[in-house]
């Protein structure tokens, strides 16, 4: 699949599938997974081509997108379903976990470079239906924040009525893409922002 985001707005609203990634995932026995650069969009593949009973769906971005992955790890991170991208030093307890899939990743990472004055850690979630309840990086006690440029429906396995979550829950609009996520609020800045006030706000 194409076209995974609002970010491709010259298109138009109806090439932007806010709801279909939560359509397909709410969908048994489907794979669905949303690569955020190259190297998972192999182990995606290799996902599908080694998966015997079970249909594999990628989605993939039109949008130019950087490589987030530079090391060599023998081990299929996408397989796993969720896994740490970026971490906190070692012993530091864990403030808030930044959790986005696809293109959204990306802006995770800068979100996490905009909170510097908080212990962040990023999960890589490419697909809903491998991941597991990790304890190591999911329960803790730490502020989960969500962010994908689609609808709410489907994130709430991962994130509890006192997190956040940063998406699209209205139709997309026709504008250029970079535009489309200043409106919608999903620029790293406007998003650390939000953070910042809610801590504020709890104490």
């Given at each position: 699949?194409?076209?995974?985001?609002?970010a491709v707005g010259e298109?138009?609203?109806?090439?932007?599938?806010?709801?279909?990634?939560?359509?397909?995932?709410?969908?048994?026995?489907?794979?669905?997974?949303r690569p955020a650069d190259v190297i998972e969009t192999i182990e995606a593949w290799q996902i599908a081509l080694q998966?015997?009973?079970?249909?594999?769906l990628i989605a993939l971005s039109r949008q130019k997108l950087p490589q987030i992955r530079q090391e060599f790890t023998a081990a299929n991170l996408t397989a796993k379903g969720a896994y740490i991208i970026s971490d906190v030093s070692a012993n530091d307890q864990v403030d808030i976990t930044i959790l986005a899939s696809g293109s959204e990743l990306n802006i995770a990472l800068d979100v996490k470079q905009n909170?510097?004055?908080?212990?962040?850690?990023?999960v890589a979630v490419p697909c809903f239906e491998l991941a597991y309840q990790d304890g190591n990086f999911m329960n803790n006690n730490s502020l989960k924040i969500?962010?994908?440029?689609?609808?709410?429906?489907?994130?709430?396995?991962?994130?509890?009525?006192?997190?956040m979550f940063f998406g699209i829950d209205q139709f997309g609009k026709s504008a250029p893409g970079d535009k489309l996520l200043k409106h919608f609020?999903?620029?790293?800045?406007?998003?650390?922002?939000?953070?910042?006030s809610y801590?504020?706000?709890?104490?």
């Amino acid at each position: 699949m194409t076209h995974d985001s609002i970010a491709v707005g010259e298109d138009g609203p109806t090439h932007q599938p806010i709801e279909h990634l939560a359509s397909f995932r709410a969908m048994p026995n489907i794979n669905v997974i949303r690569p955020a650069d190259v190297i998972e969009t192999i182990e995606a593949w290799q996902i599908a081509l080694q998966s015997q009973d079970t249909p594999t769906l990628i989605a993939l971005s039109r949008q130019k997108l950087p490589q987030i992955r530079q090391e060599f790890t023998a081990a299929n991170l996408t397989a796993k379903g969720a896994y740490i991208i970026s971490d906190v030093s070692a012993n530091d307890q864990v403030d808030i976990t930044i959790l986005a899939s696809g293109s959204e990743l990306n802006i995770a990472l800068d979100v996490k470079q905009n909170l510097a004055e908080y212990k962040v850690r990023v999960v890589a979630v490419p697909c809903f239906e491998l991941a597991y309840q990790d304890g190591n990086f999911m329960n803790n006690n730490s502020l989960k924040i969500a962010i994908e440029a689609g609808c709410k429906y489907g994130w709430q396995r991962f994130i509890s009525t006192k997190d956040m979550f940063f998406g699209i829950d209205q139709f997309g609009k026709s504008a250029p893409g970079d535009k489309l996520l200043k409106h919608f609020g999903l620029e790293a800045e406007k998003i650390a922002q939000r953070i910042r006030s809610y801590l504020a706000r709890l104490g």
